[in-house]
T-cell receptor, first 115, second 111 residues
Framework: GAVVSQHPSRVICKSGTSVKIECRSL??????MFWYRQFPKQSLMLMAT?????????EQGVEKDKFLINHASLTLSTLTVTSAHPEDSSFYIC???????????FGSGTRLTVV | RKEVEQDPGPFNVPEGATVAFNCTYS??????FFWYRQDCRKEPKLLMS???SGNEDGRFTAQLNRASQYISLLIRDSKLSDSATYLC????????????FGAGTRLFVKA
């Protein structure tokens, strides 16, 4: 199988604080992981590609200083939302692919609410 | 033009009906194709890959038409539990390639 674990599943934080979200591949090694954001009734939007041992690649319009990505090992990528604001409230999902041309496995998502 | 396009729906069908979704893609370098299912407020889950020869998994049949650049998903004998959003996913290019998600088609199956 290909299992991806994401934690936490839900977080409420105050405006101005930072939140860290973890994404782990449990039974395979993932040199690349992906972070998405999904607003209500909208499609998944790729935020960034997390590369083990190197810098993440961010999609256009995504602030790299605000969404810090660290991929320190072959099984763990973290996304830190820094100085969160209410407009950052969203559903954040990570995914990884066990091998090329294999389907993506998604984490269970993190629902972030910034108050 | 979007790289991957789907009819957003919603499709409202009665139980037992057959329903089909299409998804068109614009990049001829698209290599692999998938259908995902996403339930409300949950993560997407892989429903099935789409192979060139077409493939079936129980009540679900997926087909690929490279000439016309579309993939389809057919659901037979719809169940209430099939109600979800169905996402078309396309991998473009070789190597580390790019993945594009369709915006999804919403399906409601009613008793």
């Amino acid at each position: 199988g290909a299992v991806v674990s994401q934690h936490p599943s839900r977080v409420i934080c105050k405006s101005g604080t930072s939140v860290k979200i973890e994404c782990r591949s449990l039974d395979f090694q993932a040199t690349t992981m992906f972070w998405y954001r999904q607003f209500p009734k909208q499609s998944l939007m790729l935020m960034a590609t997390s590369n083990e041992g190197s810098k993440a690649t961010y999609e256009q319009g995504v602030e790299k200083d605000k969404f810090l990505i660290n991929h320190a090992s072959l099984t763990l990528s973290t996304l830190t939302v820094t100085s969160a604001h209410p407009e950052d409230s969203s559903f954040y999902i990570c995914s990884a692919r066990k091998e090329l041309n294999y389907g993506y496995t998604f984490g269970s998502g993190t629902r972030l609410t910034v108050v | 033009r979007k790289e991957v396009e789907q009819d957003p729906g919603p499709f409202n069908v009665p139980e037992g009906a057959t329903v089909a979704f299409n998804c068109t893609y614009s990049n001829s370098a698209s290599q692999s194709f998938f259908w995902y299912r996403q339930d409300c407020r949950k993560e997407p889950k892989l429903l099935m890959s789409v192979y060139s020869s077409g493939n079936e998994d129980g009540r679900f049949t997926a087909q690929l038409n490279r000439a016309s650049q579309y993939i389809s998903l057919l659901i037979r004998d719809s169940k209430l539990s099939d109600s979800a959003t169905y996402l078309c996913v396309v991998n473009i290019g070789t190597g580390g390639f790019k993945t594009i998600f369709g915006a999804g088609t919403r399906l409601f199956v009613k008793a």
